[in-house]
């Protein structure tokens, strides 16, 4: 674990890279030594059919939910959700300028004893010692 869901409304398939939002993300959260690197997993989703605000189209959404195994104290997470929170707004800093479009981003804990768990990525990354 960590698992990174990206929700996105559609309209910004057209104004982001949400491959490279994708990426950005795991790359940042590698560097983070509360998620372990061969749990790290991002994944987007884009949502057709939004609401927002004034209901004009033209509003866009990214939200960014992170689920990782507890036991890890808040002061940890509140500093690896921040880092993340970081990096998904200084990719998106740039096309803010141009388009309304809110982000937000949520860090949940998942109860270990009610997740079981199974791969073989970790068998599969290269040796970086």
Do not use: W
Request: charged share 25%; aromatic share 6%; with cysteine.
């Amino acid at each position: 674990m960590p698992h990174f869901q990206i929700e996105y409304s559609a309209s910004l398939e057209a104004v982001v890279d949400i491959g490279q939002l994708c990426e950005a993300i795991r790359a940042r959260a590698a560097t983070i030594e509360t998620f372990p690197m061969a749990g790290i997993r991002v994944r987007a989703t884009r949502v057709d059919h939004v609401a927002i605000a004034d209901g004009n189209p033209k509003h866009g959404f990214i939200d960014l939910s992170v689920r990782l195994r507890e036991g890890r104290p808040d002061a940890v997470k509140r500093d690896a959700i921040d880092q993340i929170f970081a990096t998904l707004k200084d990719f998106m800093i740039p096309t803010m300028a141009s388009h309304s479009i809110a982000l937000s981003a949520e860090m949940r804990d998942i109860n270990a004893d009610l997740s079981p768990k199974f791969g073989t990525i970790r068998d599969h990354l290269e040796d970086t010692a």
